[in-house]
Structures are given as C-alpha cells and as structure tokens.
DNA sequence: TAAATATTCAATTGATCAATTGAATATTTA
DNA sequence: TAAATATTCAATTGATCAATTGAATATTTA
C-alpha cells in the first residue's frame, strides 16, 4: 500500500473515531438522549443523569468536540443541544442496531414487560391509523418543557407527576397511549402501569419524537427549541 | 429519579456503548470498511490494514464482542464479515454523518481532488439515470474477489493494477465511471488519474456497492459471501 | 462593588484500552 | 507423527479516558 494512501486512510479513520469516541461512553450516550428532546441547560442534564455539574460538563466538551452538540450562552447558562437531525437520526440508529443485535439489550428491554402486569405496546404505523380515525388519545407524559420544545402531532401533554390528577380529563373508553423519550426511557411504562390501575385502557408507544419525525417527516409541528426558555428559568 | 429507572438506564446505556467503543478506534474502522466488501481472512485483513495478525485479531475479538461481525472457521482459517446489513447501514451512516459535521474531514475529502488534476465525481442517482441510457461504462476497480462476493449491478470489474492492460477493451468515446471500497478509499481516484491520462473520460463514484444496495433495494446482484473462497487459497 | 450562581478548566487518580510479544491452540499435509 | 501454517490468547507496557476536586471565569443582581 502506497504511502500516501496510508496517511490519508489513517487521518480519515481518525476523523470518523471521533465519532465513535463520543459514542463509546454510557453517560454521553445518555445525554444525547436527553438533548433528543430540545436543549437544557447543563445543571439540568447533570440532574437527569445523576451526574456532577462538573463531570457533566466535560462529558460536554467531549461531544463539542465532535460536533455532536451545539450550545447557546444566555445569561450565566449554557444551553445544549442535539447539533442537527442528522445527529438524532444516528442515534436512533445506533439504538436499533443494538437492540438487534445485543442479545443482552433484547433481555433488558424484555424485563420492562416481564417485571410489570399488562404493559402492552402500540407500533407506531398502526398509532398512525389508529389517529387518522380519532380513536386513540395520545398523551406525552415528560416534562411540560420537552412538550414545548418538540412533540408527537396530537399528543396531550401530561408530565408523569401530574398523570394521577389529570386522570378525570381522560377518556374512559378510548384507548390511551402514552410516550415519553424514547427506547431508553421508563416514564410511558409508569404512565401505562398508572392509567391501567385505574382502569383505563392503556398501551405504551416506546418511539421518540425524533423516531416520529424521521418517520413521518411531513409534520412540522416542531419548531427550533433555542428561543424557548428551559425549565430553569423561575 | 427511583433507583428502578437509574439501573435499567445505567444497564442500557452500557449495553449501547459496546457498539460506540467498537468504532471508537480508528483502526476498527478501517476493519469494518474492508468487511463492507465482504468476508476475509485475518491475514487479508492484516495486510489491507498494514497491521500485525495478533493485532488485527485482537481487534477483531472487539468487533465479535459487540456483535458487529461474525466468522466461520474454515480449516485453519477464520472468515470474519459483517454480521448484517444493519450493520453495513450504520457505518454509512456514521461516514455521511462525520463527512457533514467535521470540517477537518471535509477538509482531508476535498485535499484529494485539489492534489489531482482533473478528477470530477458523478452522483449515484445520475450514475443510474446514465445506465439505464446504456452510456456509460462502469468499473469496479477493487480486487477480483471483492467484485464477485458483490457489486454494483452492471459494472465490469478492473483490478486497478490491472486496468493499464484493459485500457484498449475500454471505449474512448464513452464517460467511464470508476468505484471502489467507497468514501474512505482512493483506488477509484487512481483509475480515474489513469484513465484520464490516457485519454478517456473517466469521473470517481464514490459511493461503495453496500450504499448502493441502501439505496437500491430492489437490485439484488449480492450472494452471500460465505460459500465463496477467497484470494488466500491458493 | 460584592455576593451569588452557572459553568469551565486543570490537576489528580484510578480505570480502561491499544500495540507488542511470544506462547498456545487448531488445522492440514506429507 | 512432525512440520508448517493461521489464529488466538495472555502478559506487559505505554497511552488514553472518566470521575473527582476545587480553583478560575463569566454573568447577574442588589
């Protein structure tokens, strides 16, 4: 192999690990999952993820770094975010390719539904039809503020904490689905265990918005999330 | 957050980033992208990547442990290739997503045009708008054994050390499209500089046969490379 | 201007990973 | 069966990375 094609093959695999690199830690990988849902602020990501404002940040640094994220300053806040839909689309991607083929990932996803009664989920082609006819009730149940940011066309939002004094406002006799972040992500099985006891009809859609809109890309009911005000704001 | 959720996600994220430690090496990298071409050896795969077999091998028990290949042992040889063509599909689409937001890789793809004269690319969609027109000729310039385990439908295949002696089989008057490996490969550049000094028309695609495939399902010139021997019996 | 707050930076430490080396193992052939 | 060959394994070493700690920096407010 020529020595030229050598250097120019190594400096490219080197770019493309840059990549990889950013990808190769549980944490980072659950921050982009979180940035999934618009931009936050970094206090708040560290206190989605458990983790220290500090550790938090370098972990930032490190998807700066690759270009997986972008931030904004406003005021004495940093606010992240998910660099463009082609970052989102990869990581779904990196999702679904490892549920099919990590046989320990199948099993994790398995014990959601082995470790809970009667959780039951909604594929999202038939969720499609299903609100085409307006006989389904689709409610989003994170935080007010990822609502905001981005959701599901249709969707209701009621945050996991409000779900029990809002169950008056739901239909009895229609059935509920409820979503939340996405594969990763156990606030739609709470809601479906909390609807289901009381005795509502209730299935789980485990698909992000970001799945949403790369699979439905002619709604356009998501609008750019730097203008908005996260949470942190009082 | 309940201590139920932070395991299953700690749980799930460790799991996802066994496919990000993977290709977090440059190296690694390397290794898939000869695999896109289908199975080989450990020593063809050593020689391609200027690696020692020990190390090639260690780096390939990474890629089996997150089961992103697989091999079948073949009297004292191992056949590695890529497990499926999810997999295939994900290292496109982190090349496409790197190309798109690291600007030092752009950098080094756009250096292998202004180091060469003349060298002009053709996109996929027109390369088969121009084939169904019957007016254009395509070679596939990657080793023989490569072509035969798969390629782009309607391509003749010029091993590039080969090509000089094929020159008077090619039609002057008629636009020559060359490929290879794809984006990270320049044996497809090296055929067009070839061509070109002689006289032809010649223009790089770049695309490699498993983003053709992507993209053109319904085309399906692939066979499974399993049966197939491969450039080391001899 | 000082105090409060959010974030980044830098140093440290422990953990993890890549390349090398050479022994061990498996397969084939004469 | 011994020799040749392909590959893996295990140990070692040096390089790289993640988490913690606390100082430094930037922003805002009274």
Redesign the pocket.
Known sequence: MEKETRVFKDNVYAQLARIG?AI?????LEILDILMQGSK????I?RETD????????????LLESRLVE?E????????KLADRTVANFIISLQLLAEKRITELQKLREEIYTNRDNIEQIKMSELIVRMKKGNVTLIDVRPKEEYEMMHIPGANSIPIEDLEKHLATLPINQEIVAYCRGRCCLLSVEAVEILRAHGFKAVRLEASVQEWLSQNDEYSNVHDCCNKKNS?IS
Chains 1, 2 share one sequence.
């Open positions: 690199k190769s830690s549980p944490r980072r602020t970094v206090e708040t560290a983790m220290s404002v500090a550790n938090t940040s370098q972990h930032l640094q490190t931030y300053k406003r005021g004495v806040y940093s606010y992240y942190n």
